[in-house]
């Protein structure tokens, strides 16, 4: 019995190509994000993994603090239906980094982490149980409006196994009380769970 575990390859400049092919779907997903939170933006890391005929077998964001799960979901989409160079040598595994660009005329308020983390505290059983069969560390970004209330909320996570569980911690982030207010105009945080 024989059991191949090496990786094929794809030229990092053909999988820009490819990525820069995509810019117009990416932004359809940024322009719905945009139509419920205005300062949204940020920047993303992929990791996936393209199969010896060229199509995605999984994706996930091993980064990001674009802080809104359903924008974060619509990219994966765009990128697990992507068509994509054939890899020499068998699947291979691509890493690529995109920005979205702030559209509104103002970025949102830079929070430190501390503002949050009392509320986060208070959710930790919940977080636990959306945590429970992974080994993963996540990157969550939420996005806070007047009155102290949660106006979106991703994450990302260090591992494909890890990937599943961000829906879960979403909704945990989702129904965070307590926070202080940031004014008229929406903060930022991001921070590890």
């Given at each position: ?26 932004a ?9 939170l ?11 993994r ?5 199509s ?36 291979a595994?691509?890493?690529?980094s ?26 930790n ?26 106006l979106?909320?991703?994450?990302a ?28 105009w ?8």
């Amino acid at each position: 019995m024989r059991m191949a575990s090496e990786l094929g390859s794809i030229d990092p400049a053909t999988v820009k190509k490819y990525f820069a092919r995509l810019d117009d779907k990416f932004a359809v997903c940024q322009t719905r994000g945009i139509e419920h939170l205005n300062v949204l933006a940020g920047t993303a890391k992929f990791f996936l993994r393209i199969g010896p005929q060229g199509s995605a077998k999984w994706a996930y964001l091993e980064d990001s603090d674009i802080g809104d799960g359903g924008t974060e979901r619509c990219l994966i989409g765009v990128v697990m239906d992507a068509q994509w160079p054939k890899p020499d040598g068998g699947d291979a595994e691509v890493r690529y980094s995109m920005e979205l660009a702030l559209n509104a005329q103002r970025p949102p308020n830079d929070w430190p982490s501390d503002k949050v983390m009392g509320a986060v505290a208070r959710q930790n059983a919940a977080i636990e149980r959306c945590k429970e069969g992974t080994s993963a560390t996540f990157r969550a970004t939420v996005y806070v409006g007047s009155g102290g209330h949660v106006l979106s909320a991703g994450l990302a996570a260090s591992s494909k196994d890890g990937a599943d569980k961000t829906e879960c911690l979403e909704k945990v982030l989702l129904r965070l009380h307590g926070l202080p207010t940031p004014g008229s105009w929406p903060a930022k945080v991001s921070f590890g769970l």
